[in-house]
């Protein structure tokens, strides 16, 4: 049975933002600013997909071993790179990090992993038949 690894996690950031639109323009401050995503790691070659509020990207240079986890992260619609680095937690429930790029700055990054069948990801037959009837 073929499996396939699964990432899910948030990342912590203190970009600028904007907060509020006055009469005077848009203000804007610096804050912490915390978003989740979630993705898979293809099992064979070193590459992945991940889906964030931002959007789609795609994972290249993938490197996952038993302590750490890198890649390099490339939104569809940018052509920033955003460098992720983490390792596996002491306590073994999780991996911490940092990512860092020129338009994003650095920030933190938090995820765990898991291993599901290659099938676990297909549309199973009852809900396409649900969805076929409820039309």
């Given at each position: 049975?073929?499996?396939?690894?699964?990432i899910q996690g948030f990342y912590i950031?203190?970009?600028?933002?904007?907060?509020?639109?006055?009469?005077?323009?848009?203000?804007?401050?610096?804050?912490?600013?915390?978003?989740?995503?979630?993705?898979k790691l293809y099992p064979t070659g070193?590459?992945?997909?991940?889906?964030?509020?931002?959007?789609?990207?795609?994972?290249?240079?993938?490197?996952?071993?038993?302590?750490?986890?890198?890649?390099?992260?490339?939104?569809?619609?940018?052509?920033?790179?955003?460098?992720?680095?983490?390792?596996?937690?002491?306590?073994?429930?999780?991996?911490?990090?940092?990512?860092?790029?020129?338009?994003?700055?650095?920030?933190?990054?938090?995820?765990?992993?898991?291993?599901?069948?290659?099938?676990?990801?297909?549309?199973?037959?009852?809900?396409?038949?649900?969805?076929?009837?409820?039309?």
């Amino acid at each position: 049975m073929k499996l396939v690894t699964l990432i899910q996690g948030f990342y912590i950031t203190d970009r600028m933002v904007e907060v509020a639109r006055t009469f005077q323009g848009i203000g804007a401050r610096q804050m912490l600013r915390n978003s989740s995503f979630t993705g898979k790691l293809y099992p064979t070659g070193s590459c992945g997909s991940m889906f964030d509020n931002e959007g789609e990207s795609t994972l290249r240079e993938l490197e996952l071993t038993d302590t750490t986890i890198k890649f390099i992260k490339l939104y569809h619609d940018r052509i920033d790179p955003i460098e992720f680095s983490m390792t596996k937690n002491d306590e073994g429930d999780g991996w911490s990090g940092i990512f860092k790029g020129p338009e994003v700055g650095c920030g933190l990054v938090r995820c765990t992993i898991s291993k599901v069948p290659e099938d676990y990801l297909l549309v199973p037959t009852t809900m396409l038949n649900f969805i076929a009837n409820a039309a």
